[in-house]
């Protein structure tokens, strides 16, 4: 099992930045990708970010140029920096784990409220 917490998510104006962190616990291993994704109301959760145990990154397209996704192996502790925010960044942003050779290893953490308004 594994266990992700959120934190970091709250209310901050256009323009402004913010910065989430998911502290992972349990059965860590080296090899997991770590990954945000976010889900505002009436859609489809998407992904934000994701990167691998190497350090490689993907982003969604409309956050790449804002977004910066870290993470901190010794700590099992990922990072999403947000900058810039626009109303429409506006979602419960989710903390995903998983592994592309264990099978069944994807585990989500509970969500962290980001609201984007003036």
């Known amino acids: 099992q594994v266990q992700l917490v959120e934190s970091g998510g709250g209310l901050v104006q256009p323009g402004g930045s913010l910065r989430l962190s998911c502290a992972a616990s349990?059965?860590?291993?080296?090899?997991?990708?770590m990954a945000w994704y976010r889900q505002a109301p009436t859609k489809e959760r998407e992904l934000v970010a994701i990167m691998s145990s190497g350090g490689a990154t993907n982003y969604a397209d409309s956050m790449k140029d804002r977004f910066t996704i870290s993470r901190d192996n010794a700590k099992n502790t990922v990072f999403l920096q947000m900058r810039d925010l626009k109303p429409e960044d506006t979602a419960v942003y989710y903390c995903?784990?998983?592994?592309?050779?264990?099978?069944?290893?994807?585990?989500w953490g509970q969500g962290t409220q980001v609201t984007v308004s003036s």
């Open positions: 349990g059965n860590i291993f080296s090899t997991n990708w």
């Open positions: 995903n784990t998983f592994s592309s050779v264990i099978p069944g290893y994807d585990y």
